[in-house]
């Protein structure tokens, strides 16, 4: 089948509209003028134009195209990337302390809820081991301090009240030291408190004070201690000055008139809380042995070796 163009076709319509045809036997006469006027017809198909032929596209070094070309060859390279078997190095997560991954180990959001509810998670010692290391260490505040140099040295006097101020600072730089041990050491914070407690409703007792006041007085001094520990841990991350005037209210009962006093007593926490900090955190939470420097020293500066305490298996 013989494809002829569209202009063609118009042409033989509008020439056959103008010249109508002739009778049958006019002969060749009758078409020579028709012949003449007529546009030749073109036998031969012509090719249809392509689209994607490079006459319709242009030649590759348009401008145009120059974009097109680095933007295949980039998606070709991110093919061959993704499918080459080389994987990146992977980031490695920082590493933790070993004490804080053993409590992540033991933890997780059931425990954080129960903490939130006021119960204990899980620890890394049995619950025993640091009651009685609790109960040790309180005791260690209690009878391995020289009274005698406080109550004459400080000018206080010689009441259950003085025993019960000189027994909290003493518990307070425990507290300070066995905060820094966890969770673990949060706990025994609340046993060495309780015991603390204990002892002083035991001795008020034997003192012989009834229930009613002995129940106020309980009441006076709880307010009295958890005011003590603000001030005193406002007092230590501070200067000397705001220390000493913790230790004036709280201690002395604001009723010290020398300085030399409060010097003398500044001087003692600092080196005290220098001292604790420098003691085993493992040994404390299975033993709760503390010793306690003098109250006066010669070289206060100084920080005295540390004995290495003693205990079996069962932390006993």
């Known amino acids: 089948m013989i494809r002829r163009p569209l202009r063609s076709l118009l042409g033989l319509a509008a020439q056959a509209a103008a010249h109508p045809a002739t009778p049958a036997g006019g002969g060749a006469a009758a078409w020579a003028p028709n012949l003449?006027?007529?546009r030749p017809l073109h036998c031969r198909p012509q090719p249809v134009k392509n689209q994607l032929s490079v006459k319709s596209v242009g030649p590759i070094s348009e401008p145009g195209l120059r974009p097109?070309?680095?933007?295949?060859?980039?998606?070709?390279?991110?093919?061959?990337s993704s499918s080459s078997s080389?994987?990146?190095?992977?980031?490695?997560?920082?590493?933790?302390?070993?004490?804080?991954?053993?409590?992540?180990?033991?933890?997780?959001?059931?425990?954080?809820v129960m903490e939130a509810l006021g119960f204990t998670g899980?620890?890394?010692?049995?619950?025993?081991?640091?009651?009685?290391?609790?109960?040790?260490?309180?005791?260690?505040?209690?009878?391995?301090?020289?009274?005698?140099?406080?109550?004459?040295?400080?000018?206080?006097?010689?009441?259950?009240?003085?025993?019960?101020?000189?027994?909290?600072?003493?518990?307070?730089?425990?507290?300070?030291?066995?905060?820094?041990?966890?969770?673990?050491?949060?706990?025994?914070?609340?046993?060495?408190?309780?015991?603390m407690w204990e002892d002083v409703e035991q001795r008020s007792m034997i003192l012989g004070v009834d229930a009613i006041h002995r129940k106020e007085a309980m009441k006076l001094m709880t307010e009295m201690f958890y005011a003590a520990l603000f001030g005193y841990d406002e007092g230590l991350l501070s200067d000397d000055c705001v220390l000493a005037a913790a230790l004036w209210r709280n201690l002395f009962n604001r009723e010290c008139d020398d300085p030399q006093q409060l010097e003398m007593?500044?001087?003692?926490?600092?080196?005290?809380?220098?001292?604790?900090?420098?003691?085993?955190?493992?040994?404390?939470?299975?033993?709760?042995?503390?010793?306690?420097?003098?109250?006066?020293?010669?070289?206060?500066?100084?920080?005295?070796?540390?004995?290495?305490?003693?205990?079996?298996?069962?932390?006993l």
Not at 68 to 80: F, I, S, Y
Not at 90 to 108: A, D, I, L, N, R
Not at 153 to 161: A, H, I, M, V, Y
Request: aromatic content about 10%.
């Open 36 to 38: 003449a006027t007529r």
């Open 68 to 80: 097109l070309l680095p933007a295949r060859r980039q998606q070709q390279q991110r093919r061959w």
């Open 86 to 112: 080389v994987k990146e190095p992977q980031q490695q997560p920082p590493q933790q302390p070993p004490q804080q991954e053993e409590e992540e180990e033991v933890g997780g959001a059931l425990t954080k």
């Open 122 to 195: 899980p620890l890394k010692y049995s619950k025993w081991k640091i009651k009685i290391a609790g109960l040790r260490m309180y005791t260690c505040c209690v009878e391995r301090i020289n009274y005698e140099d406080f109550l004459d040295k400080c000018s206080l006097p010689d009441t259950l009240n003085s025993w019960f101020l000189v027994v909290q600072l003493h518990v307070w730089m425990c507290l300070v030291r066995m905060r820094q041990e966890g969770r673990a050491g949060k706990f025994m914070c609340r046993y060495i408190v309780y015991s």
């Open 265 to 315: 007593l500044v001087e003692y926490v600092r080196k005290q809380v220098q001292f604790i900090d420098s003691l085993n955190g493992e040994d404390l939470l299975l033993t709760g042995e503390v010793r306690w420097r003098p109250l006066l020293e010669e070289n206060a500066q100084s920080i005295l070796k540390v004995a290495t305490p003693t205990y079996n298996d069962a932390g």
